[in-house]
């Protein structure tokens, strides 16, 4: 589902005064640094040294790491706007979507779930019910998720691949690999009968001074190549 639907759906630095055990955004990214703000920006005409943008995804970030806004558009067009809201340990508890007039659109709620370690390990996502959006006091959400988000860890306690399902989709599993820290694969799957509906290769073609990375080449599974930029600001 691309790199920038990753980023989208949850889409993903420990913070010293925060759960250490809670994976960050920034980590889900895979980002260094005290990063404020990323934009993405995907070539219209898959070509690696042109100049001709479409604006995709805008991401704000707090001082833990996590996304606090993020800002979806179409041909350079505000389309949708979410923010999110987190307790005293960094984990994720609700998220607002707005319309590109800023208007309430609706709330999501959201489950954690640790493992024997502390780690973070399961995240569901509950979204309220179309006829209490409009009562911001006695909201009603659904009773099962509409999303579901498992993060695995390698050995050392780096996150290794996180995937997540979708209530929508049932019977397809979008799945994101990790190596050091930096995505090399995105991939869905059919989890009817494990057969892989469709593959994104990730191939880092330019850092900043922060080793994060600015330029991507992916391939897809008809071999289709593109590129996305990336533009990050930090925290000063």
Do not use: W
């Not at 404020?36 to 005409?45: F, I, V, Y």
């Not at 995804?57 to 179409?74: R, V």
């Not at 050091?180 to 995105?186: F, Q, R, T, V, Y």
Request: hydrophobic letters at 30%; a neutral charge; glycine letters at 4%.
């Amino acid at each position: 589902m691309k790199y920038l639907k990753i980023l989208a759906i949850s889409i993903l630095l420990h913070n010293c005064s925060a759960n250490k055990n809670v994976t960050t955004d920034l980590e889900k990214i895979g980002l260094n640094g005290k990063v404020k703000n990323l934009r993405l920006e995907q070539l219209t005409n898959k070509k690696e040294n042109e100049d001709s943008f479409s604006f995709d995804n805008e991401f704000y970030f707090n001082q833990n790491g996590m996304i606090s806004k993020q800002k979806q558009y179409s041909t350079g067009d505000l389309i949708h706007i979410y923010t999110y809201e987190y307790d005293e340990k960094n984990l994720l508890i609700s998220k607002k979507h707005y319309n590109s007039s800023r208007e309430f659109v609706s709330k999501s709620i959201y489950e954690n779930e640790f493992n024997e370690k502390g780690k973070l390990t399961k995240q569901s996502e509950y979204k309220a019910l179309e006829n209490s959006i409009i009562d911001s006091v006695n909201i009603k959400f659904n009773l099962f998720p509409d999303q579901i988000t498992e993060l695995l860890y390698n050995k050392d306690g780096g996150l290794s691949q996180y995937n997540i399902y979708d209530r929508i989709l049932p019977n397809l599993k979008n799945v994101t690999v990790f190596n050091n820290g930096e995505i090399i694969k995105n991939s869905t799957i059919n989890t009817y009968n494990g057969e892989l509906f469709s593959e994104t290769i990730y191939k880092c073609v330019k850092y900043d001074t922060t080793k994060n990375c600015i330029q991507y080449k992916l391939r897809e599974s008809d071999s289709t190549e593109s590129y996305i930029k990336s533009k990050i600001e930090y925290y000063k």
